[in-house]
């Protein structure tokens, strides 16, 4: 079937016939232990998740942390460099775990001792200030500092301290050093004992190739050189994402150097890591600082000092994070009770990334286009040459790139954790997404710099998604994984949406088999080229005194959200009624990511919509919620009653609850919080309200308040705000208030009318698709999206800064009735708006006069003022569409 459409339905490959047509033996799974027994045991927070980012950090067992846990309960722990007699058992336990750590890699504390570092990037750290380099001088060139291209950040940032040291750093590419393997010996002074370190990783974070653990030997017995310089090569092996998935001998590869950091491998705990360092070079090593317990002996009023014998101790400055270091015990015990060890986990982790790989590249467009591009150097024939990471980006059916950001956020909608961006790999990201160290730069003057969501500039990847799978992965999430790939591009082409996976519910196949099936045909890869999100914008809060003592008391009812006002059926809300640009709906959402209060009018403070997102409800460790973790948040209510100055709190099934909307402030402890970022100081709105929250969450929450005298600054700026003074904002994400065009929701309502196969005309009626962009203002609008035209508005005397579009994320998708996710409306928004997501703009007040109240109200006339690069064809062709729509 190859240039075919990818097979359907009785055609497709259970894995069964996947495994038996494979040239080599395949192993899913751990023999007599059942994985779908440790899968419900172990890790039943997995439940109904696609975890698939193990490269990242994988998932720790649950036996594992009641054991460790066990253990603390029932010793006592000292610090270790005391002598008591609980210090002494921290000693011997930090020891014995020291062993069993050099077991683990098949050596012993003959050859190899263990640091204890904060985690791998420390042990990276720790070897470029302490190798000794030897700068230029009269008769001698210097040591030199090689690392392989595709290296993780820390690698290549060793080199700013070999530059301080006047050390030359060479970046050796891959291709480079498959010549140096063929080359062979490099001519030179044999005798040269002049110390030069070669880094590399023995499986690249990016892709998962995995690298020659030969090089190790080539290159220490001269026989292999990544640049031929003379002199002695020391090589370090970074094992952190290698180490993960499979076994490394280190009695067979005797690297000089290995950094690693332990919750790769166990999940927990997070912040350890070691450096393994062969003893035969441990004495090369130099030391400048020296902490507590490093020093046998040294005098405060003179220069002296003489450091320990032993080289952990020399260099693990100050005590060791022991606690941590004991929990490690318990790491290994787990993982060789539940896997029967690293052998074992790596055939069963490679089976499932081949298994995936194979699906992927069968995945054809009708007309022949590949589905993925997969960024790799093998081809996925061995766990020899390739570790369990499949890099890639998704095309459409003409081949090109869609961002990595947007499928993060699809997989999201389908509960499949995946990682994005170029994973801190730039010069793998470079290599084979074949960007240039000019468009590099040229992206970060654009404003992308790592981490970010910016995926696509001119056109042109920033960078891609990686899937990496852990011991505990099942043939479920890799199924899983496909049938999203397949039900977001495939169906586009035929319009027939495939059957979505519900994880948790496709039923885990038997160890030995499969019942879902995957493509059969297999062709070869396209080949690589050398609040909430922004939905919740609406804003807030802090009403000047003068608008204080207005006293607009709207009642409760008539502001309810669940009845239609008359501005409604003058405006035509409901049947898209076209005419000039007035105010239609007016919204604020007083606690963040909650339900909206409707209203027809209401007074504007210096943040937005007085008391507009004012409130957050955050978990147990003081983190806001939102819509993208708990749903059901839009099914609580809050009503604002300003003459009796309070806040109503309504749900389904639960007593309606008063807050009051300011604080005490001599009883009022104010707390900080996090909001986007920004730093917000805030305070806790009492026990009564969180206990209301925590019962109908069916979890520990609270709800806190923004404090009345902390001016949040806003980081967008209109254009006639001088620059001495900064809007401010309440907890929202963006701006102060966010507008909608009903032209806008009318044209995407149309767009899913048409995509449903079931011709359901009420599927997402006018007012529930518009409750679902939690915008502030909507407007009747005469064109669709003319609203991404305007430069700023005018209501009234009332002067707003048009900033930004709204970019959304997969908040759109939850019905603002119900809390159910329907995926369709940000997959359609997705493809109609050219993958970028925008829908509706982000308002801000240019000026704002608070010698006499102001209020937004329905009905009022919205003027706009376009922008100045707005040109004329552009008008002309949304009015053309809009006549096409009609």
């Known amino acids: 079937m190859a240039g075919g459409a990818a097979p359907r339905g009785a055609e497709l490959l259970a894995f069964t016939g996947f495994r038996d047509s494979s040239t080599q033996l395949l192993a899913y799974g751990y023999g007599p232990r059942s994985l779908r027994d440790m899968r419900e045991r172990e890790f039943g927070r997995l439940a109904g998740t696609v975890y698939l980012d193990h490269a990242g950090a994988t998932m720790f067992p649950q036996s594992q942390l009641t054991s460790f846990t066990n253990d603390l309960m029932e010793n006592v722990y000292g610090n270790p460099h005391s002598q008591n007699i609980s210090s002494k058992l921290t000693h011997d336990t930090v020891e014995r775990v020291r062993y069993r750590i050099l077991e683990h890699f098949c050596t012993s504390a003959e050859d190899y001792s263990v640091i204890f570092t904060a985690g791998s990037t420390a042990a ?439 009845q239609q006002t008359p501005s409604e059926k003058a405006a035509g809300v409901l049947d898209g009624g076209l005419g000039p640009h007035v105010i239609t709906n007016l919204y604020l959402y007083p606690i963040k990511s909650c339900a909206a209060f409707e209203v027809t009018k209401w007074p504007i403070g210096n943040q937005g919509l007085l008391y507009d997102r004012s409130w957050m409800v955050v978990n147990r460790n003081g983190v806001c919620l939102s819509q993208k973790q708990e749903p059901r948040l839009c099914l609580i209510q809050p009503f604002i009653d300003l003459q009796q100055k309070i806040m109503v709190i309504k749900a389904k099934e639960m007593e309606p609850i008063e807050v009051p909307l300011e604080e005490n402030g001599e009883r009022t402890q104010i707390c900080q919080s996090k909001v986007c970022a920004d730093r917000v100081n805030t305070y806790n709105c009492g026990e009564k309200i969180s206990s209301w929250l925590s019962s109908f969450l069916g979890h520990p929450c609270q709800l806190l308040k923004q404090s009345s005298n902390f001016q949040r600054s806003a980081k967008k700026r209109g254009k006639d705000q001088s620059s001495g003074s900064t809007a401010t904002l309440s907890l929202v994400n963006e701006a102060q208030y966010l507008l909608i065009n009903t032209s806008s929701v009318l044209e995407l309502q149309q767009q899913l009318k048409s995509s449903d196969e079931h011709g359901e005309e009420e599927l997402f009626p006018t007012k529930e698709l518009i409750s679902r962009f939690r915008a502030n203002i909507i407007t009747n609008g005469t064109r669709a999206f003319e609203e991404e035209t305007w430069d700023e508005i005018s209501i009234g005397s009332l002067r707003f800064q048009v900033v930004a579009p709204c970019h959304r994320c997969q908040m759109i998708c939850i019905n603002q009735q119900t809390g159910q996710r329907n995926q369709n409306v940000f997959q359609k928004l997705s493809e109609s708006r050219a993958r970028k997501v925008n829908f509706g703009v982000y308002l801000m007040h240019t000026s704002l006069d608070f010698s006499s109240p102001s209020f937004l109200s329905v009905g009022s006339q919205v003027l706009p003022v376009l922008k100045e690069n707005t040109e004329r064809q552009d008008l002309l062709a949304s009015e053309k569409h809009q006549d096409v729509i009609s």
């Open 124 to 562: 990276l750290k720790l070897v470029a200030e302490a190798f000794p380099w030897a700068s230029p001088g009269p008769e001698s060139s210097g040591s030199r500092f090689c690392y392989l291209t595709d290296s993780h950040t820390s690698v290549v940032g060793m080199r700013k301290v070999t530059t301080a040291m006047n050390v030359t750093s060479i970046p050796v590419r891959p291709e480079d050093m498959c010549v140096a393997e063929t080359r062979g010996t490099a001519a030179g002074d044999p005798d040269c004992q002049l110390p030069h370190l070669f880094c590399y990783p023995a499986q690249s974070n990016f892709s998962g190739t995995r690298y020659p653990l030969s090089w190790i030997g080539e290159i220490k017995a001269g026989r292999m050189c990544p640049v031929s310089v003379p002199g002695k090569w020391f090589v370090l092996l970074d094992a952190a994402s290698y180490v993960s998935t499979s076994p490394l001998d280190l009695s067979v590869h005797q690297a000089d150097f290995v950094p690693l950091s332990f919750y790769k491998i166990f999940g927990f705990p997070t912040g350890l890591g070691a450096l393994l360092v062969n003893n035969r070079v441990a004495p090369l090593l130099r030391k400048t600082y020296f902490g507590g317990g490093t020093a046998a002996a040294y005098l405060a009023g003179q220069d002296f000092y003489i450091p320990r014998q032993s080289v952990a101790e020399r260099f693990e400055d100050g005590t060791i994070s022991f606690l941590d270091v004991i929990a490690l015990k318990h790491g290994f015990d787990a993982l060789e009770r539940l896997t029967g060890g690293m052998e074992n986990i790596q055939q069963h982790t490679f089976t499932l990334a081949q298994y995936t790989y194979t699906a992927l590249c069968a995945l054809r467009y009708p007309n022949g286009a590949p589905v993925v591009r997969i960024y790799s150097d093998s081809e996925f024939s061995s766990p020899e040459v390739q570790g369990p990471v499949i890099n890639f980006n998704v095309l459409d059916h003409s081949g090109n790139i869609i961002g990595y950001s947007q499928v993060d956020k699809m997989a999201s909608l389908h509960n499949i954790h995946v990682r994005t961006g170029c994973f801190c790999n730039t010069g793998a990201c470079q290599r084979h997404l074949g960007i240039s160290d000019e468009m590099v730069k040229k992206h970060l003057q654009a404003g992308h710099v790592c981490g970010d969501d910016v995926d696509l500039i001119d056109g042109h990847p920033t960078g891609s998604v990686r899937i990496s799978f852990g011991y505990m992965s099942t043939l479920e999430d890799a199924q899983a994984f496909l049938r999203f790939i397949m039900a977001m591009q495939l169906h586009q082409c035929d319009g027939q949406p495939l059957p979505q996976t519900i994880p948790g519910e496709a039923g885990a196949p038997p160890e030995s088999e499969a019942q879902d099936a995957v493509p059969a045909t297999v062709d070869r890869c396209s080949s690589s080229p050398q609040e909430d999100a922004p939905t919740d914008a609406g804003l807030s809060n802090d009403l000047p005194p003068n608008v204080a003592a207005v006293g607009l008391h709207p009642p409760l009812l008539t502001a309810s959200r669940t």
